[in-house]
């Protein structure tokens, strides 16, 4: 039997960080992916671009820098793109990396507001700079820890203090802040408030109005990649670079550093005994045995499926029961006629660009509602990305768990209809242009890209989900309470979005 030092479940992007970290220290890393293509939900459904949903994201810089990325294809400064707000009348508000081109945006709408935006740049670069450091921090098992492991503690409350006392407090009352509220004590044009808003609710079961919806604005603007120094204020729109290439560079540098990738090979039950990790079984009863196993797979599936439950002790177990899911987002990619986008907007656009579908606070607060009550909004918010013909959009909110009836072909249609009723209002001349629409609803997240219960970031990024709380009080170490098992994906400490973050820290925490 070959003989593995780490056994990675999934090749995701946070899996194949692990294994490029690992493999370079020198370990002998095989990856376990039960799907036929490498990349998780950053690839899609195959490996076939037109048929990809678009996630778009970027690894921290220092990720691409250890990993030496650039040598196996990513560009390490991608620019960003802007992100459009597409309001009635046709007109539009724009959101940039250049902020006198912002700022002449913002001016349409209202000076006042125009003038304060370097200021709020400027406060967002900082407070997503020390959210970095954060994520960047091993947390040791609270309440007790050794004085070794309180010492990173103890330098990232020191780079808090480093931002001053106003800058200080004002990010530590960001975090449980409502995204509304944040936007209120800086703006007084709704439709500027309303297009940041949107990263407060991306991906997430929160309202504009729900407590912690500034703490995910600032996670949002991190992961799509503000707060370094070379990419400041670029944290609004998404990275032009696109997810693919993400996984290319990191495949091949897995590779190059001695890791082995296999495909179809579905891990059905994590092998313990004495509460230590012995390796894994897979759904062809093959067994693979290893000391070290990282699950990149989310932290639910992972304690309540593929461990079995008896290793684990009870009240464990039932905190692994209520880690918070509940998906709200659906996808829908159109193929259009011709790859010059019908968008006025995007015509209009020197640089490619993001556009939202977000008018108001009120209209982002509405379509919230319909998921507290298991309905997809009747005026959803959207996000939409021009790739060649194609537009992949984001739709919010359409809950995994409907009411009355779960997803099937007839919410498929509403779903749809939504959107295409949606685009009628704001972008009109779309339609004609469109031969083909495609949907992922959360259900299709969850049975194609085992994504439980269709959230995008493998548990919410909530209050009580974040920091030493994510993915378990006492397990923001990447350790679990079965020796030699670690977790490594979305759902931990630092993660989700495509950042990398998980995947580098979990390798950090096996190597320690
Ligand atoms: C609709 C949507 C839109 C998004 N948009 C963005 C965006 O614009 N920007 C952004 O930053 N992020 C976005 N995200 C989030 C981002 O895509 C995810 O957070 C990220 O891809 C998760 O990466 P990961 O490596 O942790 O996990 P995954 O990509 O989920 O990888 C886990 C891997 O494990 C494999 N696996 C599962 N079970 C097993 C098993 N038993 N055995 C073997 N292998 C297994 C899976 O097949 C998968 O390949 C979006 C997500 C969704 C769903």
């Excluded at 960080?17 to 370079?24: C, D, V």
């Excluded at 009240?315 to 918070?324: G, L």
Aim: include cysteine; proline fraction near 7%; charge should be neutral.
């Amino acid at each position: 039997m070959n003989h593995y030092d780490v056994l990675i479940i999934g090749a995701g992007h946070n899996g194949l960080t692990a294994a490029a970290y690992l493999s370079k220290a020198g370990k002998r890393v095989l990856v376990l992916e039960k799907r036929p293509v490498i990349g998780g939900f950053c690839v899609g459904e195959n490996d076939t671009p037109a048929l990809a949903p678009f996630p778009r994201g970027i690894l921290r810089p220092d990720i691409i820098r250890h990993l030496s990325l650039e040598r196996f294809g990513l560009n390490p400064a991608p620019v960003s793109t802007d992100l459009i707000s597409l309001l009635p009348g046709g007109r539009q508000l724009v959101l940039s990396a250049d902020t006198a081109k912002t700022v002449d945006s913002i001016s349409q709408f209202s000076k006042t507001d125009a003038a304060r935006w370097p200021a709020f740049v400027r406060f967002i670069e900082r407070a997503a700079a020390f959210l970095e450091a954060a994520y960047a921090t091993p947390i040791p098992r609270l309440p007790k820890f050794s004085l070794a492991e309180g010492i990173p503690l103890a330098q990232l409350a020191l780079k808090l203090r480093a931002l001053g006392p106003k800058d200080m407090h004002n990010v530590i009352r960001l975090l449980p802040m409502t995204v509304k509220e944040l936007l209120d004590e800086w703006f007084e044009s709704e439709e500027l408030k309303a297009a940041i808003a949107t990263l407060g609710i991306h991906n997430a079961n929160l309202g504009v109005m729900s407590a912690g919806s500034a703490y995910n604005l600032l996670h949002q603007y991190l992961i799509r990649g503000g707060s370094s120094p070379e990419r400041n204020g670029r944290g609004w729109g998404q990275p032009v670079q696109h997810t693919h290439q993400v996984i290319a560079a990191l495949e091949q540098a897995a590779r190059a550093y001695g890791a082995e990738i296999r495909l179809n090979a579905e891990v059905a039950r994590i092998m313990v005994e004495n509460d230590r990790v012995t390796g894994v079984r897979l759904h062809s009863g093959e067994h693979l045995a290893a000391s070290t196993v990282l699950s990149s797979v989310d932290p639910k599936t992972t304690f309540l499926r593929l461990v079995t439950p008896e290793p684990l002790d009870p009240e464990f177990v039932w905190q692994a029961q209520r880690i918070k899911m509940r998906g709200v987002t659906a996808k829908l990619q159109l193929t259009l006629a011709s790859s010059v986008h019908p968008l006025e907007a995007i015509r209009a656009s020197a640089s490619s660009s993001v556009f939202i579908i977000a008018p108001s606070l009120t209209y982002l607060e509405r379509a919230y509602d319909a998921a507290k009550y298991g309905q997809i909004s009747e005026k959803p918010y959207l996000e939409m990305t021009p790739t060649g013909n194609l537009l992949s959009i984001h739709f919010q909110f359409a809950p995994y768990f409907l009411k009355p009836s779960a997803w099937n072909e007839e919410t498929r249609r509403i779903l749809a209809q939504t959107t295409w009723n949606t685009l009628n209002e704001y972008a009109p001349h779309l339609q004609s242009e469109i031969t083909n629409l495609k949907s992922l609803t959360p259900l299709d997240l969850e049975t194609t890209f085992a994504l439980t219960e269709g959230d995008p970031h493998h548990g919410q990024i909530l209050l009580d989900q974040f920091f030493f709380m994510r993915p378990l009080p006492g397990y923001a170490d990447y350790k679990t309470p079965i020796e030699g098992l670690y977790l490594c994906g979305s759902g931990t400490h630092g993660g989700g979005g495509v950042s990398g973050i998980p995947g580098r820290n979990a390798a950090k925490s096996v190597l320690a």
